[in-house]
């Protein structure tokens, strides 16, 4: 089967997380069958990585992180330490998501905002809501939404920040499921928009709802 063809930015990102990986291992001296073993890998899929031939999805560093016992920016740069962050609690407003094959670029980043619960989990980005389709989940134009970044929902009917192959826009819909269906379900929470059904692999998830909240809006003289 032939390998993907990766945008410049995503190659990049493969060669800085290939470079990571080989810097960490060679501190703990782990072999890349180490690595495979712990992480659950193929000693095949393990190499690409290590050799910037495959992105690795944000499950897979994650996974790759927890065995490593590293945060997961000290693979993939894209997500921030909290530590070289301003504040703690800012999180980066992104103004365009899942560039490519699901990256928060830097370049994406227009500004950080508060995330109001600094003692929880923080989140990996956020995104100002455009448009209305979201409303009767009480999301509406203009609200910021939290996200942890992931390449699949944590369970049926969660709602994702997802983007279809043939568009460059993400969209904040519910991604749903049936049993025995090949078929996906990206659900708005208004009557007025259609559901769109999809495959899996006519999508790209790039995180999962953590909240929102309105910002405060100055009221307009009459």
Partial sequence: MARRKYTEVEEKLMTEIAQNL????????WFQKDLAEAADLSTSVVSDYLNAKTLASPGVIEKIAEVLGVEKSDIDPT?????????????PLVGKICAGDGILANSNIEDYVCYPFPSKK??????EVKGDSMEDA???NGDIVYFKKSDWADY??????VVLNDCNE???KRLKWTEGSP?????????DYEEKQVRPNEIIVCGVYMGHFKPFKEEQPC
């Fill in 22 to 29: 080989k810097k960490i291992l060679k501190s703990k001296k």
């Fill in 79 to 91: 997500y921030a330490k909290l530590s070289e962050r301003r504040n703690p609690s800012l999180v």
């Fill in 122 to 127: 923080q989140p990996d980005f956020a995104l």
């Fill in 138 to 140: 009480g999301i509406e």
């Fill in 156 to 161: 049926n009917g969660q709602i994702v920040a």
């Fill in 170 to 172: 993400g969209m904040l």
């Fill in 183 to 191: 078929l996906m379900t990206l659900k708005p929470e208004n009557a």
